[in-house]
Each structure stands twice: as C-alpha cells, then as structure tokens.
C-alpha cells in the first residue's frame, strides 16, 4: 500500500501548479527598486505637466483682470413682504 487514505490524496492526482522560475534575490530587489524610482520619476512628472496645463487653463483670467470671487455688484437685501388675505365677502341670507 503506497497511499492510504483517499484517492485525490494520492501523489500523482495533486494539481501541479506552474514552474517557479529560480531568480536570484539580489537582481529582483534591484529590478523592484528601479521600477519603483521609475514610476516615482513618472508621477512627479505628470504631476508637473497637470499644473502646467491647470495653470496655461486659468491665465485668461490673470490677463482680463476679471474678477475671482468677488461679486460684481452686490445682491440687495432681501425683504419680507406681508401679503394680506382677501376678506371673504359674506352673503346675507334672506328668509
């Protein structure tokens, strides 16, 4: 008896995953790192290239001197009204 116990227990039905590929630690540590700095160096550089864009954006309004959070004229305050009901008109009964 080579195997007790169930079938799908046995050796050769274990699934077999993929091949793992032996690399040394050094060179993967090394390549990790590179790629980390890379994707560093490319987000800082889309970063500057969105606020250069953000800012090429709103230059028309530096240029027109238009005014930025400031409202041109000032809304009146507003006031209440009292609006008075209409008496009801009262018919006289005749009997």
């Known amino acids: 008896m ?7 227990a046995r050796g050769h039905l274990r699934l077999a995953g993929p091949s793992v590929e032996r ?9 990790l790192l590179l790629r980390a700095a890379a994707g560093a160096v490319a987000l800082v550089l889309l970063t500057l290239f969105a606020w ?8 028309p309004l530096v240029l027109r ?3 930025v959070g400031v409202r041109l004229r000032p809304l009146r305050p507003r006031e209440a ?15």
Not at 52 to 59: G, I, R
């Open 2 to 8: 080579s195997h007790p116990g169930p079938p799908a």
């Open 23 to 31: 690399r040394r630690v050094a060179e993967s540590r090394a390549l």
């Open 52 to 59: 250069t864009l953000a800012a090429l954006a709103l230059l």
């Open 65 to 67: 001197h238009a005014p």
């Open 81 to 95: 009204r009292v609006i008075p009901f209409e008496r009801a008109r009262q018919k006289a009964l005749s009997r």
